[in-house]
């Protein structure tokens, strides 16, 4: 077995490696600036909108429907009054609509039909009167 030396911790390996680094302190910015954007927004709105971007001094929001887009369109002289306020130096917020990916349900098993050959398809042809109904059941249950 190594010694615990040659072990490192997911986050001591990700900051170590310079592109997920990266990725990380973006992913820290923008979970930083949705909680503040959040705050500033009412309940119903906040909890749907995150920013997706925040690149030359444009902040990106993403919503999933178009009447949530206009609402946030509305507060955006608002929020950047916020930000500016926590030291955020953005000149502008674009506002996206990304609608949800509904989740596939998963599949409902194929019903567990009893097999043609068993007894009571057997009982309900032998109970049927005589005719062409009764007749086929019995040429079912032969070929099955």
Known sequence: MLPAKYFNS???VIEN????????????REAALTRAIRTHLPRLIADQVRVTD???GQL???????????AVRQRIPELLATLMSLSHDFNGIRVRVQPLIAQKS??????RR??????????LAQDL???QLKTALFRLIRHR
Request: proline share 21%; aromatic share 2%.
């Open 60 to 70: 990106e929001l993403t919503v999933p429907s178009g009447a949530l887009a206009t």
């Open 10 to 12: 997911l986050a001591r």
């Open 17 to 28: 490696e310079p592109h997920l680094a990266i990725w990380l302190r973006r992913h820290q």
């Open 129 to 131: 009167p005589d005719g």
């Open 106 to 111: 998963p599949q409902m098993p194929p019903s």
């Open 114 to 123: 009893p097999p043609p050959t068993s007894p009571s398809l057997q009982a």
């Open 54 to 56: 925040s690149k030359g």
